[in-house]
């Protein structure tokens, strides 16, 4: 527990990490920045001109809802969920690309988990924009739904927190785990509610579904942020303690695994 109570005295090292890794993320890109809109909103057309227009798919949230209606509640679900996935990809190789801070005994390396957390909050944040401007042209008014958008990005934070420690962690042990994650990142696309409504799953099997917490957050999500409903505070504050219990662990099993970094490398 030392590495976490510790965090807050190095948040100058946090931030400059993280000013880098924005940095390297752009870098030499002729958008810049700008791919944080362009790629989710590309990735938006595929799956609604699939999904929306071919299959003719419908949350059923709203009786007069039309293919740009799920198109928008569509990317608000792959917003929340590029938040974490993000995360997941990148955190196997995460401790095994710095083999030079990893013999340095005294940096913390607890920081890298999270500033690849942070980067992909920023990120996810500014891929929220268009959804905000689509919201106001449609509507003609400003949404104030969008005030509860905290709410799913703090719990989603800690779950990608709590994984990239778990994660990072076993990759230097485990070789094999960045081979099994876009296979795993893929079923987890499909079985986060993403594409569709929770109320579509069949029963036998929907219950199973709940387990999944993106897969509530994201349900709960375009409902409150898209259609003006009032959130699940009572599933948020569950979903949020969890995901500081899940923080919590992480961080004991990548203090105890710490110290065979170095040797294994």
């Known amino acids: 527990m030392k590495g976490l109570l510790a965090l807050p005295k190095r948040h100058y090292l946090i931030r400059q990490y993280l000013f ?12 810049g920045v700008l791919w944080s809109i362009v790629t989710p909103l590309l990735m938006l057309l595929v799956y609604t001109f699939v999904f929306g227009t071919i299959m003719n798919a419908r949350f059923g949230i709203s009786k007069t809802e039309t ?9 608000c679900s792959l917003n929340l969920f590029n938040l974490c996935a993000e995360v997941i990809g990148r955190s196997p190789t995460l401790i095994l690309g710095q083999p030079n801070l990893v013999k340095k005994v005294v940096f913390p ?14 990120h996810s944040l500014l891929a929220f924009i268009p959804l905000f401007l689509a919201l106001v042209i449609v509507r003609h008014e400003i949404p104030w739904s969008f005030v509860f958008l905290p709410f799913y990005l703090i719990p989603m934070a800690l779950l990608a927190l709590g994984l990239s420690l778990f994660l990072s962690a076993l990759g230097v042990f485990v070789r094999d785990i960045p081979n099994v994650i876009n296979p795993l990142l893929t079923i987890l696309l499909f079985s986060s509610a993403i594409m569709y409504p929770l109320a579509a799953v069949p029963e ?22 898209v259609w003006g409903f009032f959130p699940n ?3 948020l504050t569950l979903l949020t303690g969890f995901g500081v219990l899940f923080v919590v662990v992480g961080f004991l099993f990548f203090e105890k695994s710490k110290p065979a970094f170095a040797d294994v490398m």
């Open 233 to 235: 505070f009572l599933t």
């Open 109 to 122: 390396l607890e920081i890298l988990p999270l500033v690849t957390m942070l980067d992909a909050l920023i």
């Open 204 to 225: 036998p099997a929907r219950s199973w579904f709940y387990f999944n917490p993106l897969a509530v957050l994201i349900e709960d999500s375009r409902r409150a942020l």
């Open 67 to 75: 293919t740009l209606d799920f198109a928008l509640a569509l990317f």
């Open 20 to 31: 880098r890794q924005i940095g390297q993320r752009y870098k030499g890109a002729a958008l």
